[in-house]
Structure formats: C-alpha cells, structure tokens
C-alpha cells in the first residue's frame, strides 16, 4: 500500500497523463470557448459549442456514474457545496466571458495557444496567475470574500439540482440523481447530434468524448485513487494529492496561481507539485508536442499596443473572475457542470453572457471605425 507521499505522487502523475490528452486534443481540434461562443454570435456556427456541450454531456454522465457505483462521493467536492454565493458567481462569470473575449481565450485555450508559440497568451497567462493569486490571498481577496461573497443562499444539503428535486420531492437524492444526470445529458446529446454535419465531422466528435472523458478521469484520479479512510498523520478519512484536499477535476485559475507560486518557492520543502498544477504543466507540454509533432508551433506576437492592453486586461479579468465564481469555463462548465451544481450552471451561463456582450460591443466598434 503506497504511503500518502507515495500516493500524492501517484495523482500528479495520473493528472499529468490526462492534462497531455487533452491538450494534445484540444490544439488539434481548435477546441476552444471563447471560439465556440463567438462562432454561434458571429457566423451562427454551433460547431465548437456542440463540441463543448458533448464534453459536457459526457462528463455529467461520466461523473455522475462514478458517483452512483461508490466509486466517487461527488458531495465532498466544493462545487455542490450548501453555501450559494449567487453574486460572486454571476459577476465573476460575467467578468471572466468579458477577460477570455479579451484575451482571445480562455485559461485552458491560453495555455495550448502558448504550447504553440503564442507569446501573446503567455503574456495573458501571467497575468491570469498574478491577479488570481492577489485574489486567493492578496490584495483583492478582501473583494471576493467581503463584497462579492456577502450575499449568499444557504441551502440545507447542497445546490445540486437532485438535491434541490430530491428535497422538494420529499425522496432521497438517490431516487432522482441517476434521472436527473441521464435527463441532461441525453438532452444535450440530443441537441449536440440532430446536426447532420457535427454527426459527419469525426474530428469534433472524437475531442469532444475525449476532453468530456477526461474530466471523468479526474474525478476518478482524485476521488477514487487519491482516497484514503485513514491519514496515518490524522486518522481521519483524506483525499491526497490535491490543493483543496478535496476531489477534483480539471480547472485551470487557481492552480495556474498555484504553479506560479510552486515556481516562485520551488526549493521550499513544503512546495509540491498538486494534482491541479500538473493539469496545467501536462494542458501545455501535450499542445507542445503536438504542435511540435505536426510543425503547427510557430512565434506569435502582439500586432499593436491595443492588442498587448486587451491580453493584459483580459488576463486579470480572468485572474480575478475564475477564482470569484470559482472556475472557468471548464472548472465550472465542464467540471462543475458535471456535479450538477446550481452554481456551476449559473457561471457557465454568466461566462456566455460576458463574452456575447463583449463581442457585440466590439464588433459595433468595428463597424463605426470601418
């Protein structure tokens, strides 16, 4: 039996191993967003939102399946937690759509841009983790937990939606949960596949069961392999391996502060490599290799100052937004969207509505300078 040293190890690794799948993936397939919502606004090209939702569809069915077996108490995560912080989530999300329009990507597709040369979303990027990390712990933190997180709704289990039926039903969540999650996701299906040309692009079918089937894996890496009933150090039950000690999934804001952080103190011995830092390391050396493998990498750079302001705004929305509403736009909707967290649903929606408006505003721009 691996000792918890042993284990933490192990989830990073298996951590790693998924993050190069899915940033392999995702810089073949432009899976991206930002892209997939100024496709449907910009040209009324669902494509990529199709793609994102069948990842979501996948990772719903997928999650929520583990949860069923035992395999995964999908509750001890912070995503269906009873505490509701509705105005963080709604201006968090609405603030990052604005930042990732900005940036031209989202904290993921920022890194599998870099790993294809994009010096422009690594300026983005560092930005991101410093302005999340001032809003974890620093300067804004007072911002996020003072202000944004004052206003709240308690609820007396948690803000999953089988909770929310199930205690409305009077009946165990149990008796709704596999209802529930197997509702969504066949309605999502539904809609993602009554498209003849999605059905007939191979290419978007397959990334978008991939990255879904790689937040799946998370949940098990964390939850299932990182579980132990008892810490020798505390006797109590833990999940090793993460930040939170928590399960988890892919998300991308906070542990981009945290690998920052990781790189600032790399010889401090309590400095270690989380199983959300490796998401991050693995996203970008997998977009790296293949880009590498196919001659896709190629330098990129800012075409003007405006352009260098807007990665820098955008960059900091997102810092702060993402750590606000807890997640991105696949912290929150993908894997939160998975556990079926009210919460998660709504930041999902309010990080669409930030980049619609930002795009719509610019593209008035466009025209009145054109």
Not at 146 to 164: C, K, M, N, R, T
Request: hydrophobic content about 55%; proline content about 2%.
């Amino acid at each position: 039996m691996e000792t918890p040293a042993q284990l933490a190890v192990l989830v990073s690794t298996f951590g790693f191993v998924l993050a190069l799948i899915f940033g392999a993936v995702a810089q073949r397939t432009d899976f991206c967003t930002m892209g997939a919502v100024s496709d449907v606004i910009n040209m009324g090209d669902w494509s990529r939102m199709r793609m994102w939702l069948l990842a979501i569809a996948v990772a719903i069915a997928g999650a929520n399946a583990l949860d069923l077996a035992g395999l995964v108490d999908l509750s001890r995560s912070a995503y269906p937690a009873p505490r509701w912080p509705w105005l963080a989530y709604l201006v968090g999300g609405l603030l990052f759509g604005v930042g990732m329009t900005l940036a031209s990507g989202c904290g993921s597709r920022s890194l599998i841009r870099i790993g294809g040369g994009n010096l422009k979303s690594l300026v983005a990027m560092l930005f991101l983790a410093l302005a999340a990390e001032m809003t974890l712990r620093g300067l804004l933190s007072p911002v996020r937990t003072e202000v944004l997180g004052a206003l709240a709704v308690q609820f007396d289990q948690g803000q999953d939606l089988s909770w929310l039926v199930a205690v409305s039903l009077g009946i165990g969540k149990r008796s709704v949960q596999p209802w529930m999650a197997a509702g969504i996701a066949l309605a999502l299906l539904a809609f993602v596949l009554k498209d003849r040309d999605f059905r007939a692009d191979h290419e978007r079918l397959f990334a978008g069961v991939v990255i879904g089937l790689t937040i799946v894996g998370g949940w098990y890496v964390t939850g299932h392999l990182g579980f132990i009933a008892e810490d020798p150090a505390t006797l109590q039950e833990a999940y090793i391996g993460t930040r939170s000690a928590r399960p988890e999934s892919f998300t991308f804001i906070g542990p981009a502060a945290n690998t920052l952080e990781l790189l600032q103190f790399w010889t401090d011995k309590s400095a270690r490599v989380t199983f959300g830092v490796a998401v991050v390391l693995g996203t970008l050396v997998g977009s790296f290799a293949y880009a590498m493998i196919m001659r896709r990498f190629h330098w990129e750079s800012f075409a003007c100052v405006s352009d260098t302001r807007n990665h820098v705004i955008g960059g900091v929305l997102m810092g702060f937004g993402g750590v606000a509403a807890m997640g991105c736009t696949i912290g929150q909707g993908i894997t939160g969207v998975s556990t079926l967290a009210l919460g998660s649903i709504l930041v999902f929606f309010s990080i669409i509505a930030g980049a619609a408006l930002t795009m719509k505003i610019q593209a008035r721009r466009l025209l009145k300078t054109g």
